[in-house]
């Protein structure tokens, strides 16, 4: 550890919380929709059903829902947040809905924004406001994993179309004199390989004036090569695991849970199988809500902490991963 490292303060998560739609979408309706079966997505995928937003509910209402309840966890009164981090792909705003939901939890005396790393959003949101916390500048962060992709798949594409759900999972911050929850992060991007997985704009360009053009903002569908996808992951999650526990000299045996993005079931077991981490300490939801994004790991955070399957200073392992392309990994202690 360096002299500069010593100096920094210690980050807590002290409050979990989480929403996802009402509204269950199961495989055999989507079958009733595009060609494919149950089976075929339960066994190559593990999701058996997701959630979907309806026209009753919102991403800002399942955002602060998400939010309250972490901070509810962490027993803050909201007005002591310092920062809001919303991690998201697909904000009811295109500048930001980070503001509308420190609004709506009362949390007036934070700054907000938006951070956009697609399925690693959220763990990039972690540590940007764990970097805050470490240096002193602030006290409190509330950080937000949040996703509607519903509104951006192809629901006529079986290939992606089964794959994703909407949902928020929240954690809540405090820098700390003498602990430390966040042990460790590597994050790694590689925007040569991003074309596997892309929401694109449309090339839509009008006429502006006479003689000049201009792009008119209109969004394309989820674009995927899910076997270009499912290969970076169960290559570059085990390698970037690998060297963080290395770097940290942590043997995967001493890990009490593995939390990985939530994106299929053949994944996440790859890579507990290379660590050879027993199925009892992997932590897992996907068969109920598929993925949802900057969503997953904080809402599986949450509701395994909720039953008590997480307890007090538990050592999880955690990686998200997905567009950009971008990746990373954490080792967190989960405080309460
Ligand atoms: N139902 C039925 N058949 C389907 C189908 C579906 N929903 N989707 C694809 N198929 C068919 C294909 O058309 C193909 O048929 P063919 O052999 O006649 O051409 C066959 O199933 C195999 O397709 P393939 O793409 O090779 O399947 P796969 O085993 O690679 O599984 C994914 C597809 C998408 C489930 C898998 O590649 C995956 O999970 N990739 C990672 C995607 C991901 O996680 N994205 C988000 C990252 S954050």
Known sequence: MTEKQKNQLGVLLVGSGSAVPEQIINNNQLASRVDTSDEWITTRTGIRERRIISNQESLLDLCSTAGSHAISMAGWDP??????????????????????????????????????????????????????????????????????????????????CVLFGDGAGAIALEASQSENGLIGFKFKSDGRRGDCLTLPQKRNFEQLVEGNDFQQGNFSTIQMNGQEVYKFAVREVPAILEELLNIHQINSNSLDWLLLHQANQRIIDAVAARFKIPQSKVLTNLANYGNTSAATIPLLLDQAIRVKKVKKNDLIATSGFGAGLSWGAALIRWHG
């Open 79 to 160: 007005q002591t947040i310092d920062l809001v981090i919303l991690a998201t792909s697909t904000p009811d705003d295109l500048f930001g809905s980070a503001a509308k939901v420190q609004s709506a939890i009362g949390a007036q005396k934070a700054f907000a924004f938006d951070l956009t790393a697609a399925c690693s959003g959220f763990l990039f949101a972690l540590v940007t406001a764990a970097q805050y916390l470490r240096n002193g500048s602030i006290h409190r962060a509330l950080v937000i994993g949040a996703d509607q992709l519903s509104s951006w798949v192809d629901w006529d594409d079986r290939k992606s």
